[in-house]
């Protein structure tokens, strides 16, 4: 029979699941997963970044862009604890990634070898599915594991351990086999119960004004159109959480926009408190997109929630009908019974006036900041300038603090879709530049943008290195204010304004990223800030647009809890 080294098998099974690119950063461990791809990956791009952590971004919102699964590598040590970030994130935002770490040898366990830690035990409770190799042969079984714990029932992160001695243990040819259909998510969707459909049904069409609240599962099961026919059967309004965006699009005359602390306003909070039903698709129903459980309020609406895993139903609000589902499949299944019961759906002008009387008021509002020449320039204008300037089919990555509020409540995405990522689970700072990466990767076609704080800045900019080395076509815009401005804004309506240890100095962003040699601008005079970005977005290249912006705890910000 013939064989393969473990590392060449791992190629191979990669490839046989439909991988194409890997993000990663070598290692001495790594030596011979590395000679494998030399020699038998050469149809596979592999992008080498500057941090483990970055790597797992770019796979992703590379994942999000594409419905593949995104792959991600690091050698042992640092590198098997660097890359963890990345992974957290993705298992918690059901993105299925693979993290491929390698490790000392089998042999060198115990004997205080260089790097040498416990990966299984470290990777337990972060992953969905996580091993650690003993044995070459059992590699093709555990990746075919790897992919199908992936991609079905909650997608999620899963973790490989790959020790030296392993990556050169053979591994017979014929053991080298895949089901292709395991690269992509969702796969092997889990269809509703039919009691449990007729049961959601019965509390939905009970109530006289129903609402739906999506999370990201939407999008990730491509139910957007089912969503769309649902909502406009029952004349209901359709809110989304951030991770939600693109659920439907802003434009439709159902959307209600971002609900909860980050990205609501008073506007959209009316519109879920006039709701004597909610219906959860895919969300949590977490501390952010209820306001800390506050909106719907307990035991003021009947709770419909629809999630693919049962352990999200019922964790915050008693639930008058459960349905444990894929998304699309539950909402197509709604759709059927719904109107199987004579329900035909109409313009229904009273919710959809008013809706479009609420949105006037919180955009009104928004144009009176956004029109500003005040200097440092507002957040407003950056969102309403850039909105002016991006192709409708753009494609935004964007870090918590500043960009993500602003972002999440006024940016207009007018078709469904993956086209808005911020890094919602545990809300890192540096996500977006390497996520801009994973995006391109995914999806080169489109224009793709990073929108981040300084601080996060600091914590990323090595990898404006790598989309010079790549000569990648993004356009990063950094929202300069010297401040930790989250904290601080926290801080002012917290704490009585006892400022501690959140500023910082001001970099000159454009010079640094000029000297890894992108295109730069910095714009202070809110005049030049349409042309700026218009101009970087039309380079052709890398590009970065350096913002001296209103710092966060002066701006009013579409934060719930500093309003208040």
């Given at each position: 029979?013939?064989?393969?080294?473990?590392?060449?098998?791992?190629?191979?099974?990669?490839?046989?699941?439909?991988?194409?690119?890997?993000?990663?950063?070598?290692?001495?461990?790594?030596?011979?997963?590395?000679?494998?791809?030399?020699?038998?990956?050469?149809?596979?791009?592999?992008?080498?970044?500057?941090?483990?952590?970055?790597?797992?971004?770019?796979?992703?919102?590379?994942?999000?862009?594409?419905?593949?699964?995104?792959?991600?590598?690091?050698?042992?040590?640092?590198?098997?604890?660097?890359?963890?970030?990345?992974?957290?994130?993705?298992?918690?935002?059901s993105i299925p990634i693979l993290a491929i770490t390698t490790d000392i040898s089998v042999t060198g366990r115990g004997r205080y070898t260089l790097t040498e830690l416990d990966q299984e035990a470290l990777y337990r409770p972060l992953t969905k599915w996580n091993c650690v190799l003993d044995d070459g042969a059992e590699l093709p079984k555990m990746v075919r594991r790897a992919f199908r714990e992936m991609t079905t029932g909650k997608p999620g992160a899963a973790h490989i351990g790959l020790p030296y001695d392993?990556?050169?243990?053979?591994?017979?040819?014929?053991?080298?086999?895949?089901?292709?259909?395991?690269?992509?998510?969702?796969?092997?969707?889990?269809?509703?119960?039919?009691?449990?459909?007729?049961?959601?049904?019965?509390?939905?069409?009970?109530?006289?004004?129903?609402?739906?609240?999506?999370?990201?599962?939407?999008?990730?099961?491509?139910?957007?159109?089912?969503?769309?026919?649902?909502?406009?059967?029952?004349?209901?309004?359709?809110?989304?959480?951030?991770?939600?965006?693109?659920?439907?699009?802003?434009?439709?005359?159902?959307?209600?926009?971002?609900?909860?602390?980050?990205?609501?306003?008073?506007?959209?909070?009316?519109?879920?408190?006039?709701?004597?039903?909610?219906?959860?698709?895919?969300?949590?129903?977490?501390?952010?997109?209820?306001?800390?459980?506050?909106?719907?309020?307990?035991?003021?609406?009947?709770?419909?929630?629809?999630?693919?895993?049962?352990?999200?139903?019922?964790?915050?609000?008693?639930?008058?009908?459960?349905?444990?589902?894929?998304?699309?499949?539950?909402?197509?299944?709604?759709?059927?019974?719904?109107?199987?019961?004579?329900?035909?759906?109409?313009?229904?002008?009273?919710?959809?006036?008013?809706?479009?009387?609420?949105?006037?008021?919180?955009?009104?509002?928004?144009?009176?900041?956004?029109?500003?020449?005040?200097?440092?320039?507002?957040?407003?204008?950056?969102?309403?300038?850039?909105?002016?300037?991006?192709?409708?089919?753009?494609?935004?990555?964007?870090?918590?603090?500043?960009?993500?509020?602003?972002?999440?409540?006024?940016?207009?995405?007018?078709?469904?879709?993956?086209?808005?990522?911020?890094?919602?689970?545990?809300?890192?700072?540096?996500?977006?530049?390497?996520?801009?990466?994973?995006?391109?990767?995914?999806?080169p076609d489109r224009q793709v943008v990073a929108v981040m704080g300084d601080g996060s800045f600091g914590m990323s900019v090595g990898e404006l290195e790598t989309i010079v080395r790549f000569n990648l076509p993004i356009t990063v815009i950094v929202i300069s204010n010297s401040v930790f401005g989250w904290i601080k804004a926290g801080q002012k309506s917290g704490y009585?304004?006892?400022?501690?240890?959140?500023?910082?100095?001001?970099?000159?962003?454009?010079?640094?990223?000029?000297?890894?040699?992108?295109?730069?601008?910095?714009?202070?005079?809110?005049?030049?800030?349409?042309?700026?970005?218009?101009?970087?977005?039309?380079?052709?290249?890398?590009?970065?647009?350096?913002?001296?912006?209103?710092?966060?705890?002066?701006?009013?910000?579409?934060?719930?809890?500093?309003?208040?």
């Amino acid at each position: 029979m013939n064989q393969l080294t473990s590392a060449e098998a791992l190629v191979q099974m990669l490839r046989l699941h439909g991988v194409d690119t890997i993000f990663g950063l070598c290692g001495d461990t790594s030596l011979p997963f590395y000679d494998a791809l030399y020699r038998t990956g050469q149809d596979m791009t592999h992008v080498l970044t500057r941090d483990e952590r970055h790597a797992a971004y770019m796979a992703d919102c590379y994942a999000r862009v594409t419905g593949k699964v995104g792959v991600c590598e690091g050698p042992s040590g640092g590198g098997a604890t660097y890359i963890l970030p990345g992974v957290v994130e993705a298992n918690e935002s059901s993105i299925p990634i693979l993290a491929i770490t390698t490790d000392i040898s089998v042999t060198g366990r115990g004997r205080y070898t260089l790097t040498e830690l416990d990966q299984e035990a470290l990777y337990r409770p972060l992953t969905k599915w996580n091993c650690v190799l003993d044995d070459g042969a059992e590699l093709p079984k555990m990746v075919r594991r790897a992919f199908r714990e992936m991609t079905t029932g909650k997608p999620g992160a899963a973790h490989i351990g790959l020790p030296y001695d392993v990556q050169n243990q053979p591994v017979e040819e014929s053991d080298v086999w895949a089901d292709e259909t395991l690269g992509r998510f969702p796969a092997w969707r889990t269809g509703p119960d039919v009691e449990a459909i007729g049961r959601a049904a019965d509390v939905i069409l009970a109530g006289k004004q129903p609402i739906f609240i999506c999370g990201g599962g939407v999008v990730i099961s491509g139910g957007e159109a089912e969503l769309q026919t649902l909502a406009e059967l029952l004349d209901a309004p359709v809110a989304t959480t951030v991770s939600g965006q693109g659920s439907i699009s802003d434009a439709h005359p159902l959307a209600v926009g971002v609900v909860g602390s980050n990205g609501g306003v008073p506007e959209t909070r009316e519109i879920v408190d006039a709701s004597d039903v909610v219906v959860f698709v895919s969300c949590r129903a977490g501390s952010v997109t209820t306001e800390r459980w506050r909106h719907p309020a307990p035991g003021a609406a009947k709770i419909v929630h629809i999630d693919v895993d049962p352990g999200v139903i019922g964790a915050n609000y008693e639930t008058d009908a459960a349905v444990v589902g894929d998304a699309r499949e539950a909402l197509a299944a709604l759709v059927t019974e719904i109107s199987g019961r004579g329900v035909k759906g109409g313009e229904g002008g009273t919710i959809r006036d008013r809706i479009a009387t609420l949105k006037k008021a919180k955009f009104d509002a928004f144009q009176a900041l956004a029109d500003s020449n005040d200097t440092p320039i507002k957040p407003e204008r950056v969102i309403a300038d850039l909105q002016a300037v991006l192709p409708e089919d753009a494609i935004t990555v964007a870090d918590p603090g500043t960009p993500c509020p602003y972002f999440s409540a006024f940016y207009q995405q007018n078709t469904t879709g993956r086209q808005f990522i911020s890094n919602r689970a545990h809300g890192a700072l540096g996500f977006s530049l390497a996520g801009a990466i994973g995006a391109h990767y995914g999806r080169p076609d489109r224009q793709v943008v990073a929108v981040m704080g300084d601080g996060s800045f600091g914590m990323s900019v090595g990898e404006l290195e790598t989309i010079v080395r790549f000569n990648l076509p993004i356009t990063v815009i950094v929202i300069s204010n010297s401040v930790f401005g989250w904290i601080k804004a926290g801080q002012k309506s917290g704490y009585d304004g006892r400022y501690f240890s959140v500023d910082f100095s001001r970099t000159d962003h454009a010079k640094v990223a000029a000297a890894f040699g992108l295109k730069t601008w910095t714009v202070e005079d809110p005049a030049d800030l349409q042309k700026a970005f218009r101009a970087a977005t039309e380079s052709g290249g890398p590009a970065l647009v350096d913002v001296i912006c209103q710092p966060l705890q002066e701006a009013n910000a579409p934060v719930s809890e500093w309003v208040a």
